[in-house]
């Protein structure tokens, strides 16, 4: 049983890139550059009712779209450097997005 949670957690550090994302899998941690930014909206749904706003990154090897939910909406500019960590990867309009979901995180690790 230990050797399966060290393997798990040395999984979870690893670093994912662009290329290797599915949809409806967990995204354990992604680096990416912040390209753009979209203008925030507010959405009214059962799960969530709040700010929301679209924007776009890049790693190595290529480009993902991104949802951006509440105060992160604010803390990230164009150009930053985010970490998405324990965070959801879906297909959208045939795109594949990341976000945090409810459980993930996201920090800035270069501005």
């Known amino acids: 049983m230990e050797n399966y949670q060290n393997n798990r957690q040395a999984r979870a550090q690893e670093r994912q890139y662009v290329s290797q ?3 409806k899998r967990v995204v354990n941690r992604l680096d990416l550059l912040i390209l753009r930014i979209y203008p925030r909206r507010i959405i009214y749904s059962e ?10 990154g890049r790693d190595e090897s290529g480009l993902v779209g991104i949802v951006l939910w509440n105060e992160q909406i604010d803390n990230v500019r164009i150009g930053d450097v985010v ?5 959801w990867c879906q297909m959208r309009d045939g795109e594949l997005i990341v976000s945090t979901g409810v459980n993930g995180k996201l920090r800035i690790i270069d501005r």
Do not use: D, Q
């Open 83 to 87: 970490r998405f960590e324990s965070g």
């Open 21 to 23: 994302l599915k949809p």
């Open 47 to 56: 799960r969530y009712t709040g700010p929301v706003a679209a924007a776009c």
